[in-house]
């Protein structure tokens, strides 16, 4: 049976994996100067976004679930769990912050304006950081995940 906990560990490689696709795709658009390649990064930002809220809302059903299953060993590792719930947190709003930067400039493009350079590197930009961080919150899990598994 497919549970929330196990849909958490899916989600978060969402904005993972995905984000690089997108971090990519924006970085060819702007090397070529593409307007439709630049859509089609944004496209893949707002689906790392979306991935980021699924992550973030199946979290504590995620640590219920690890709670059950090694009982009191979780207390021994609840600064780990908070720092990891502590960085998701930063991932999410960061993603959704990118995202809504990401879509003013496609906004712009449909009313026939050229979005700002400036703009576009800030987009970039944000989605080095959120990737930075979600690099440290998947290591930050991992840590949690493995220390379940060894009990």
């Known amino acids: 049976m497919f549970e929330t906990a196990q849909a958490h560990l899916l989600l978060v490689h969402l904005p993972v994996v995905g984000g690089f696709f997108a971090l990519l795709t924006l970085a060819v658009a702007q090397w070529r100067k593409d307007e439709t390649i630049w859509k089609l990064g944004i496209f893949f930002l707002l689906l790392c976004m979306l991935g980021s809220v699924g992550a973030y ?12 299953a090694i009982g009191s060993q979780a207390d021994a590792m609840q600064d780990a769990i908070e720092l990891h719930a502590v960085w998701g947190r930063g991932i999410f709003v960061g993603f959704i912050l990118v995202c809504v930067l990401g879509i003013q400039t496609w906004l712009q493009s449909a009313q026939g304006l050229n979005p700002s350079v400036v703009l576009k590197a800030a987009v970039i930009l944000g989605l080095c950081i959120a990737l930075a961080a979600s690099g440290w919150a998947a290591h930050l899990g991992g840590l949690i995940r493995h220390a379940a598994e060894l009990g």
């Open 57 to 68: 809302y199946t979290g504590p059903t995620a640590v219920d679930a690890l709670r059950h």
